[in-house]
């Protein structure tokens, strides 16, 4: 609950003027890392696990969604 309060707050707090002058930097902060953190982890996936690659790649973006140690678990 604390978290959500946190982030709430801190999304209040952005100016919707300056993100829309700086768009391109916004997009490419929010899609860069997450398609990097997949990528990464559909060649890991196919090379320890002898994954396919593209359920190496669904992997990833479904880790991007879920905590790593409950993946583990």
Same mark, same amino acid.
């Given at each position: 609950?604390?978290?959500? !309060?946190?982030?709430?707050? &801190?999304?209040?707090?952005?100016?919707?003027? @300056? %993100?829309?002058? $700086?768009?391109? !930097?916004?997009?490419?902060? &929010?899609?860069?890392?997450?398609?990097?953190? @997949? %990528?990464?982890? $559909?060649?890991?996936?196919?090379?320890?696990?002898?994954?396919?690659?593209?359920?190496?790649?669904? %992997?990833?973006?479904?880790?991007?969604?879920?905590?790593?140690?409950?993946?583990?678990?």
């Amino acid at each position: 609950m604390a978290l959500a !309060v946190i982030l709430t707050r &801190a999304g209040l707090g952005l100016d919707p003027k @300056a %993100l829309k002058r $700086m768009s391109c !930097v916004v997009i490419r902060l &929010a899609f860069i890392p997450c398609t990097v953190e @997949a %990528l990464t982890c $559909m060649v890991t996936s196919h090379l320890i696990l002898k994954l396919d690659w593209i359920w190496g790649l669904m %992997l990833g973006y479904v880790s991007l969604d879920l905590d790593i140690g409950s993946l583990l678990c």
